[in-house]
T-cell receptor
Framework: KNQVEQSPQSLIILEGKNCTLQ??????????LRWYKQDTGRGPVSLTI?????NTKSNGRYTATLDADTKQSSLHITASQLSDSASYICVVSRSNSNSGYALNFGKGTSLLVTP | ETGVTQTPRHLVMGMTNKKSLKCEQH?????MYWYKQSAKKPLELMFVYNFKEQTENNSVPSRFSPECPNSSHLFLHLHTLQPEDSALYLCASKGVAGGPPPYNEQFFGPGTRLTVL
């Protein structure tokens, strides 16, 4: 069964600290993995995308890693800011399909950055 | 902004009402999607349209009726909804293979927060 599991479900950190969010998946055949950031009351916005051959991708203070062998990904946030407070969603695509059914969404990790 | 707009942003309706959600994309994409996002659950795909034709219906109850008059606009008509239909409804659009990158990325609108009383 194609599943995407994220942990932790929620996280509270102090401003300026680093944190790491986890994503484990069983989706097959694998095409790519995206991390989205969803602010409260907004739609998800893509942060990074990684294909099978990529094991790390950065976007500013966000760094995503991918281990396609163990089917695990992480999103590391450096020097967190209050604006990082959001839900972070891991999305894994199955290959050879343009259908919306090819996307498998995690439940998301809710991050709160406090002053 | 992502180039995908949705109206209204908030909607409260009774179970006997009829209302419509609207989505518009300004990205030149040819695929559009409706998703339902409930608390503590992953996004659930509802409908997919490619070049104005419905290509996916993920076993959605008939009280939800989509309409795609052209590649830029997508509607979701609602009637006789249930309280459990209360959720954030997200619209997304995507380019087609062979187009400019990131052609296979979905761009989401801000969503409509729906409350059914």
């Amino acid at each position: 069964k194609n599943q995407v599991e994220q942990s932790p479900q929620s996280l509270i950190i102090l401003e300026g600290k680093n944190c790491t969010l986890q994503c484990n998946y069983t989706v097959s055949p694998f095409s790519n993995l995206r991390w989205y950031k969803q602010d409260t009351g907004r739609g998800p916005v893509s942060l990074t995308i990684m294909t099978f051959s990529e094991n790390t991708k950065s976007n500013g203070r966000y760094t995503a890693t991918l281990d396609a062998d163990t089917k695990q990904s992480s999103l590391h946030i450096t020097a967190s800011q209050l604006s990082d407070s959001a839900s972070y969603i891991c999305v894994v695509s199955r290959s050879n399909s343009n259908s919306g059914y090819a996307l498998n969404f995690g439940k998301g990790t809710s991050l709160l950055v406090t002053p | 902004e992502t180039g995908v707009t949705q109206t209204p942003r908030h909607l409260v309706m009774g179970m006997t009402n009829k209302k419509s959600l609207k989505c518009e994309q300004h990205l030149g994409h040819n695929a559009m999607y409706w998703y339902k996002q409930s608390a503590k659950k992953p996004l659930e795909l509802m409908f997919v349209y490619n070049f104005k034709e419905q290509t996916e219906n993920n076993s959605v109850p008939s009280r939800f009726s989509p309409e795609c008059p052209n590649s830029s606009h997508l509607f979701l008509h609602l009637h006789t909804l249930q309280p459990e239909d209360s959720a954030l409804y997200l619209c997304a659009s995507k380019g087609v293979a062979g187009g400019p990158p990131p052609y296979n990325e979905q761009f989401f609108g801000p969503g409509t927060r729906l409350t059914v009383l």
